[in-house]
C-alpha cells in the first residue's frame, strides 16, 4: 500500500539515510497502484467498494444493492462505452474478455484502415506510445526532466548579456526549473543508493538464515541465543526490524524498483525513449502514429482500473465491476513515467471520435508545457458530450493551491463542463475515512473507494491496491451504469445526478498527509462519498419528471 512506501521513506530519513520524504507513487502528482495483500488486519471482505455506506466498518457504493433491488428486473437499454486512457489492459483476461469494445468498422489482422479513422487495425482501441514496428514504450522521463532538458538546451552557450527582456524571464525560469529537477534527482539517487544497501543487507540476512525470503522466519527463530554469532545477531535484528513494522520483503522491493525507476529513467536527463514511437513529436498536427498493441509491456495498471470500471459480475471468478455490461475501450497512452501531453490529447480525441461515451483519466503530473493541446481536446470532448472521469492524484495536497494536470480549468477561466474529480475515501468509516494520499480541496467534486480495491490484474491474476487511480474507475462505473438505464440524460446530466445523489459524510477526520483534524466536507466541494444506488433512484425520479 502507498502507507508502506511513505513508512519505508520515513525509515530512511530516520536513519539519515535521505533528506526526501516523496511519497512513491507510480504516476508522480498522481495515481499509484500499489499492492496490498488481498487479506489484512483490517479488512478482510474482497470487493467491500460494492458493499453499502456504513455499513460498519466499511463505507461502499452500495452497487450490490442496487443490483439486488433496483436492477434486478431490468435490462440496460444501451450499450455504454468507457475509455480507459492508460497504461494498457489485458483485453485476454478471464474477467474482462467479454467486456471489451470491439471496432465492428476494422478487420482483424488485414493491416488495412478499414473504417479510414486514420489507426489501421484498431480493433479494441489505440497505443499512441508504440511505433509503427510494433516496439513500445516501456519506461519514460517525468515531465519536469523534460522541461529541465529543453530549457538547458535552449540556454546552453548563450550570453547573458544578449538576452531581451523576455528571454532572461525565461532563464529565471530555467533556474527555477533547474534547482526543482536537481534537488528531486539528488533526492531519488540517495534514496535509491539506500534502498539498494537494505537489500543487500536483507540479502545478507537470507544468505545466514538459509531461506528464499525473511518472510518465512519464524518470530520463534529471531529470539536471541546465546551461540549466537554477531552475524546471527545483526541478521535477526534486521529481520525482526521489518517484521515489526508490518513490512514484507516484497514491500521492500517495490519501493526498490519505484526509486530505481525514478532514479534512472524519470530524473535522467539523458534517456529519451520517443524515438521508439517514430512521430515528429513537436509537430501536433501528427496524430496518426503508434500501433495496436492495446496492452503494451507494463499492463498491470490499466486491467485494475478497467476490471474496477467492467468486470464480469457474479461469474464465480475474481472481482465485480460496478457497470458489468460496460465496453472498455483501451487506449494505451500512459508508460511507467509522466504521460505526454501530446500522447493525452489525441488519445481523448481518439476516444472521442470513435464513440466513447466515458473516459476514464487515471493519471496526472505536475507540468504541462502542452496544455493548450490537452485542453483542446477536452473542449472537443465537452461539445460531443462525453463525460471526463479524473483521478485528484496521491500527493495528500490540496490542489485548489498546487496544480496537478490534467484539469478542467482552461487559461481564460472557463472550465470543462463534463469533468469530474475524485477523491479516494477509504473502508474506514471514522476519522481515517479520507485515504491518507489523496488529494483533496474544492477542485474535487466527490470521493470514491479507493484503498484496498480488489480488481483485475494481467495473466488472470487479482489484486488489492490504493490510489485515486482507483477511486476514479469507480465513478466512471457508476456514470456507465446509470447511463446504461437512463441513455436520454446528457454527460452534464449524468454529472449532476451523481454529485446530487452522493452521500454527504459529517465525519471529523484527518486531512489527507498530516495530523490536522478538519471535517470531511471540507475536502471535496459536496464533501460526499458516490452512491450508485441512490444515484439510480435520482436518476428514475428525474426521468418521470417526478418530484
Request: glycine residues 6%; proline residues 3%.
Amino acid at each position: 500500500m502507498i502507507k508502506k512506501y511513505v513508512l519505508i521513506i520515513s525509515i530512511l530519513v530516520i536513519a539519515g539515510c535521505s533528506s526526501t520524504n516523496k511519497t512513491i507513487t507510480t504516476e508522480p502528482n498522481s495515481s499509484s497502484t500499489t499492492s496490498t495483500e488481498v487479506t489484512t488486519a483490517e479488512t478482510s471482505t474482497l470487493n467491500w467498494h460494492h458493499l453499502q455506506i456504513n455499513d460498519s466498518p466499511y463505507n461502499g457504493i452500495a452497487s450490490d444493492k442496487a443490483y439486488a433491488e433496483l436492477l434486478l428486473d431490468k435490462t440496460p437499454s444501451k450499450n455504454v462505452v468507457v475509455a480507459i486512457i492508460d497504461s494498457g489492459t489485458d483485453i485476454e483476461h478471464e474477467d474482462l474478455s467479454a467486456n471489451i469494445w470491439i471496432n465492428d468498422g476494422e478487420i482483424a489482422g488485414n493491416n488495412i484502415d478499414d473504417d479510414k479513422n486514420g489507426y489501421v487495425d484498431d480493433i479494441h482501441g489505440w497505443n499512441f506510445i508504440g511505433g509503427k514496428n510494433g516496439k513500445n514504450v516501456d519506461k519514460d522521463t517525468y515531465e519536469l526532466t523534460r522541461v529541465f532538458v529543453k530549457l538547458r538546451d535552449l540556454f546552453q552557450g548563450k550570453n547573458l548579456d544578449e538576452l531581451s527582456p523576455e528571454e532572461l524571464d525565461n532563464y529565471q525560469y530555467y533556474l527555477e526549473i533547474k534547482a526543482e529537477f536537481e534537488k528531486e534527482q539528488a533526492d531519488a539517487k540517495a534514496n535509491f543508493e539506500n534502498l539498494r544497501n537494505i537489500n543487500n543487507a536483507i540479502q545478507g540476512a537470507k544468505n545466514i538464515f538459509q531461506v528464499s525470503s525473511i518472510d518465512s522466519v519464524s518470530n520463534s527463530e529471531l529470539e536471541p541465543k546465546n551461540n549466537d554469532t554477531p552475524y546471527k545477531q545483526q541478521a535477526k535484528q534486521i529481520i525482526k526490524y521489518f517484521k515489526d513494522l508490518g513490512l514484507s520483503e516484497n514491500d521492500i522491493n517495490d519501493a526498490f524498483k519505484q526509486f530505481d525507476t525514478m532514479y534512472n529513467y524519470g530524473y535522467n536527463a539523458n534517456f529519451d525513449p520517443r524515438y521508439i514511437v517514430g512521430d515528429d513529436y513537436e509537430d501536433l498536427t501528427d496524430r496518426y502514429y503508434g500501433n495496436n498493441d492495446v496492452e503494451g509491456p507494463r499492463s498491470d495498471h490499466g486491467t485494475h482500473v478497467a476490471g474496477i470500471v467492467a468486470a464480469v459480475r457474479d461469474n464465480d471468478i475474481g472481482a465485480n465491476g460496478v457497470a458489468s455490461n460496460t465496453s472498455l475501450m483501451i487506449i494505451r497512452a500512459v508508460p511507467d513515467g509522466d504521460e505526454r501531453d501530446k500522447d493525452i490529447a489525441n488519445a481523448i480525441r481518439y476516444a472521442v471520435e470513435n464513440g466513447a461515451d466515458i473516459i476514464n483519466m487515471s493519471f496526472g503530473k505536475s507540468y504541462s508545457p502542452q496544455k493548450f493541446y490537452v485542453d483542446e481536446a477536452l473542449k472537443f470532448a465537452d461539445m460531443k458530450g462525453v463525460l471526463i472521469v479524473n483521478a485528484a492524484g496521491n500527493s495528500a495536497e490540496n490542489i485548489d493551491s498546487t496544480i496537478s494536470y490534467p484539469n478542467k480549468f482552461y487559461p481564460d477561466g472557463s472550465m470543462m463542463k463534463n469533468f469530474i474529480t475524485v477523491g479516494a475515501s477509504s473502508w474506514d468509516g471514522d476519522t481515517l475515512i479520507a485515504a491518507n494520499f489523496s488529494n483533496y480541496g474544492q477542485t474535487v467534486d466527490l470521493f470514491a473507494p479507493g484503498v484496498e480495491i480488489y480488481s483485475t490484474t494481467p495473466d488472470n491474476t487479482y489484486e488489492a491496491l490504493d490510489g485515486t487511480s482507483m477511486a476514479s474507475p469507480v465513478v466512471a462505473g457508476v456514470a456507465a451504469l446509470v447511463m446504461a438505464y437512463y441513455p436520454n440524460f446528457t454527460a452534464s446530466e449524468i454529472k449532476e445526478i451523481l454529485l446530487e445523489s452522493a452521500t454527504p459524510i459529517t465525519n471529523i477526520v484527518y486531512e489527507p498527509g498530516s495530523d490536522n483534524v478538519v471535517s470531511f466536507s471540507t475536502l471535496s466541494n459536496t464533501g460526499s462519498i458516490i452512491n450508485v444506488y441512490e444515484a439510480l433512484k435520482l436518476a428514475e425520479i428525474k426521468s418521470s419528471g417526478t418530484n
